[in-house]
């Protein structure tokens, strides 16, 4: 069962919702719901061009309010818990080039 789904139709909002600094990966999900630190949820999520939802198991790490400082989305930061190299090598292949971006991110 999926508890929060993102769907990101371009790179950068892969690119503003990758959490590289979570190791070993983490996303931000996008979502005005309560949640809390250390909270356990499954995650689905489908990257721009795809058309397959690919999921994960998760933990909250990261919690944006709503209202939060530099026009930041609400949402949580969940770092991936389950075959995480591999979500992890996917969205890097995507991101190759952006990551080296200074453009803001949803969390930092």
């Known amino acids: 069962m999926v508890d929060l789904i993102a769907n990101f139709d371009t790179l950068h909002q892969l690119y503003r919702a990758y959490m590289p600094f979570i190791a070993p990966a983490g996303l931000f999900v996008a979502t005005t719901e309560p949640h809390f630190l250390g909270q356990e949820l499954n995650i689905g999520y489908r990257l721009p061009g795809a058309t397959q939802m690919n999921d994960f198991h998760g933990v909250v790490v990261w919690i944006n309010p709503l209202g939060a400082s530099g026009g930041r989305p609400a949402g949580i ?10 979500h992890k090598q996917r969205i890097e292949n995507l991101l190759s080039r952006e990551l080296a971006s200074g453009d803001l991110t949803c969390t930092m």
Do not use: C, Q, R, T
């Open 77 to 86: 930061g969940v770092k991936i818990l389950s075959d995480a190299p591999e």
